[in-house]
């Protein structure tokens, strides 16, 4: 991954942020960076800069689910993963962590303290609570779930997006939006 200077256009390398093929990035407001690995099993992760807003340095976790859940949502943590082998390529060191695989994770988003991705070959969106910056503890659940009805404190709905195949998914009554793609043609 590469940061690029806005004022002068440099580009500079980040390789503590962990090797992999990414897509949707995001700052939490602790200054933590979301992130994912959209391959099949794809991994979630998490990096703790060790200088908030600093990305030349910090410790990655991958997000491993504990409960025992065969959909692997439940209870679950941020485990370290080696600072070293991380440069390298980081889905291997996530996957001998025991991370928890999904199926080619993207699009993420933040939104009142919980983490969504959607999880495209498995045709759902799960939400991750980011609950207590000084904590590795979290909770895994579904928001939306390919025929599964979910419960949802006010009705969702879809709306068609600009290109084919992808839409926003919301509570009706909200004003934010959870874009998701649907891969489904």
């Not at 602790?30 to 992760?45: A, L, V």
């Amino acid at each position: 991954m590469y940061e690029i200077d806005p004022v002068t256009g440099d580009a500079v390398a980040r390789p503590a942020v962990g090797s992999r093929s990414h897509e949707g990035l995001r700052f939490d407001a602790h200054g933590n960076f979301y992130g994912i690995s959209e391959t099949s099993p794809g991994f979630i992760y998490k990096f703790v800069p060790d200088a908030w807003g600093d990305l030349s340095a910090g410790q990655l976790y991958a997000l491993k689910v504990t409960s025992g859940d065969p959909d692997r949502v439940g209870a679950a943590v941020w485990v370290p993963l080696d600072r070293n082998a991380v440069q390298v390529r980081s889905d291997p060191v996530a996957a001998a962590a025991g991370a928890t695989g999904y199926g080619r994770p993207e699009d993420v988003e933040i939104a009142g303290g919980v983490l969504y991705v959607a999880i495209t070959s498995e045709h759902r969106v799960i939400g991750i609570d980011l609950g207590s910056p000084d904590s590795d503890a979290t909770f895994v659940f579904d928001l939306v779930r390919v025929g599964v009805q979910r419960r949802c404190r006010l009705p969702l709905t879809r709306q068609p997006r600009a290109r084919p195949g992808q839409h926003a998914v919301h509570c009706r009554g909200s004003r934010r939006q959870l874009p998701v793609e649907d891969d489904r043609r």
